[in-house]
Every structure is written in C-alpha cells, then in structure tokens.
C-alpha cells in the first residue's frame, strides 16, 4: 500500500463550487504539505503544517482553506473553484531527521479540472 | 529570495548512456537542502536523492549521482546506464535550512526521453 494517498485522483467540477482533497499518510510523519503545479511549472506551496494544531499559510494560499483532522488526515478545500484553480495537487509529508535533513514524500496527485 | 534554475527544458540521451541535468540555484541561506524528483507521464512525485550543503561528499544513490559544487551554486543530476524506464520530468528542489522556511523551492523541469 501506498505511504501517501490522495482522494479523489481526479474531479472535474464547477465553478462556484466547493470541493475537498483528501490525503492521508501511513509513514507516521508529523508534517503535511499541500502543493499545485501548473503545465510548465515546478510544484507550489499553499499550505503546510507541522501538527495537528499547526497551520500556515505558503505561497499561494488565497482561495484555499486546509483542515489537520488527525496526524495522519490532511484536507484542502476550495471554497469556491474557479477555472485558474485547474491543476495538479500534490499532498507531501515529511519529519525532521538528523542534520535537518527534510525528505518531503508525495502522494499521487490529484488532477483539478474547474469548468 | 530562493530561485532554482533548470535551463534544460528538454534532454535526449541515448539508452545505456550517461546524461547529466542542470541546476543551479540562488540562496543567501548558509545551510540549505537539495533535491531531485522524479515524475513519470503517470505524475507522481518520486524523490531520488538529497544533498546537504554541509555535506562533504557527493551524493549517490544507484545509477543517480548529484554533482555538487557549491562555490558555483550548482547540483546537477547524473543519471549512469540511462534506462527507458528513466524518460521523464525531472526537478530540482532546495529546502532553506532555517526556522520558518519550510517549502521546496521547485525548478520548472527539464524532460528527458531516452531514445532506445
């Protein structure tokens, strides 16, 4: 089984709506990460959190929303979607190890179509 | 400001060959990570290995080496015994190493196609 999995992998959905992304991980790490690529593009940040209780803002933040529902469970929503909002969404995890080493792991992707 | 730079967008490399992929990056932190991805047509993120500014030595992992040179702020990827299996976007990535900064900061990729 996959260390990191993203729900749904792919949705095509309206403008206007709202719309959640799911990711859960097994590898018992404490930080969570939500990116978007566009075609061309590296990946970029929109959320991060090291805990449960820790949110923060990256990036691209604007028009999304995040919920730490566990150590595990990390969600991102768009409250209301908008066709600039279509890409590809990567949930990534991480934990500190020696000598701040930092190897963040990424889910699947989850390909955004906003119509 | 971070800024990391791949002026490949796109690579050929015959199979069985050696290729080497660029990076170069812009950082004004002094401790600092580096990174390559790998994402096949299927578009997963797969991480292939990881440099510490600190770290003395280059690092290895099977057929990928980084080739680090830090006076020139580089760290390119080599990738030996090229392998269909390898055609794909690769990016590079660096991590500041300072309370605060917690993003990979992403080139835009360089595709490479090995030709059989």
């Known amino acids: 089984d996959a260390d990191v999995t993203q729900t749904p992998r792919n949705r095509i959905t309206k403008t206007g709506k709202r719309i959640m992304l799911e990711c859960s991980q097994t590898?018992?790490?404490?930080?969570m990460y939500w990116y978007r690529q566009d075609p061309g593009l590296g990946l970029r940040l929109i959320y991060y959190s090291f805990d449960v209780k820790d949110i923060n803002k990256g990036e691209i933040s604007d028009g999304y929303s995040v919920s730490r529902q566990a150590q595990a469970k990390f969600s991102l929503s768009l409250e209301s979607a908008i066709p600039n909002q279509t890409a590809l969404y990567f949930c990534?995890?991480?934990?500190?190890?020696?000598?701040?080493?930092?190897?963040?792991?990424f889910g699947p992707g989850t390909r955004l179509l906003v119509l | 400001a971070q800024k990391i730079t791949q002026t490949q967008p796109g690579m050929f490399v015959q199979e069985k060959e050696a290729v080497t992929l660029d990076c170069t990056y812009d950082t004004s932190d002094p401790s600092y990570g580096l990174f390559w991805y790998k994402q096949p047509s299927s578009g997963e993120m797969i991480f292939l290995i990881y440099?510490?500014?600190?770290?003395?030595q280059n690092a290895t992992e099977g057929r990928y080496s980084l080739n680090f040179q830090k006076a020139r702020k580089s760290a390119n990827l080599v990738i030996s015994a090229s392998q269909l299996g390898d055609s794909a976007m690769y990016f590079c990535a660096m991590i500041p190493h300072r309370a605060g900064a917690n993003n990979l900061f992403f080139g835009t990729g360089t595709r490479l196609t090995v030709i059989p």
């Open positions: 440099q510490g500014s600190y770290d003395q």
């Open positions: 590898k018992g790490h404490d930080r």
């Open positions: 990534a995890t991480s934990d500190l190890g020696g000598q701040m080493k930092e190897t963040q792991y």
